[in-house]
């Protein structure tokens, strides 16, 4: 409690955010100085690192989030060893940004989600739902002697929320404009979209998962390259190919795309099995046509997700996230989409650290009791506190 009482009576925090996310490519750390909180929150961004991840951690992350493997030993030690690694990313965005890490006042850690049950299941013949996100906060605690607030999801989930997303709060707070309704998309493995309505308040913003982002793309390249390449650098192997008209026809019967917000998806719909149901259709085609075929899929999850559950057309799309750097999917969506498309650093804003400032923003909205969930965007029955305390 006494660490907690020093932080009260700062005026500034300095906060890492650390996010981690489906497409399970490494640890994002964001090193900002965070003024105030709720509508006075102001932020600094002083520093941002990705960390990869080595193969064998990457390759073990996407077998313990099939939801068919692992087990108590393997969860075991694989939370701990995250927790290592998300230490070594703090450490790494402090040097990054020439500073000390005992300068640190408080880190915000999303952790890897392994599986994500928003909708009830029934088990043991009761209807349960949950979320599952590891990385031991406890290490980062120790490594960095700074409270750690972790594991946000659980708390909004317990208030019959789906527990994600949960960056449009943060959003509200840095994005919102007079007199313009503005909307943030977000690609990562998963898309999803923010919509701050023009003089709305924070309970007034709605947001929701558009589809897949890059985790189809990103499959069907380690699947087409043999585990050599990850992704599709710059967007230049989709740039070869050609849309497949059948092929997104196809795609787009996805009954995702219509199911209405509150909603909420990741690996477990759009993982392995997916991909394998997509070549199964795709029989013959060229890789690089069907790689073509999933970024235009993805610019057309978006136009969906617009058209079909925004009660007023935007006036601009901005961009972030690790889509942001591919031009062929920035040229699909923006020839999509009937609205000018933006991206953060149009702003002064870093597209890639976006997500990551985020949970600094949630940790530190955390620590001074305030909520931090948006009901209307996640469907709890009321705001509350997301976010546990190390300390």
Known sequence: MEQLKRLWQKETLRVIGLMSGTSADGLDAALVDISGYGLSTKVTTLGFVSVPYPAKVRNEILRLASGTAGGS???CLFS???GQLSLDACRAVCEQAGVSP??????????QTL????????????????TLQLGEASVICEGLSCPVVSDFRVRDMAAGGQGAPLVPYAEYLLYRKEGQTVALQNIGGIGNITVLPQGGTPQDTFAFDTGPGNMV???LMERFTGGKMRYDENGAFAAKGECDEALLSWMLQDPYLKKAPPKTTGREDYGKAYVDALLAQAVGMKPEDMVATACRFTAEC???????FCPVLPDYLIIGGGGSRNP???WDIRRTLPIPVLVNEDLGFDSEAKEAVAFAILA???VHGESNNVPSVTGAKHPVVMGKISV
């Open 73 to 75: 030993h393997d969860l």
């Open 80 to 82: 701990f060893l995250l």
């Open 102 to 111: 005992a300068s640190v006042d408080l880190v915000g850690s999303h952790g």
């Open 115 to 130: 599986w994500h049950v928003p909708r009830a299941e029934e088990y043991l013949g009761y209807p349960v739902r949950g």
């Open 217 to 219: 793309m990103d499959q």
């Open 302 to 308: 978006i136009r969906i997700a617009i058209a079909s």
């Open 328 to 330: 062929t999917l920035m």
């Open 364 to 366: 530190n909205e955390c």
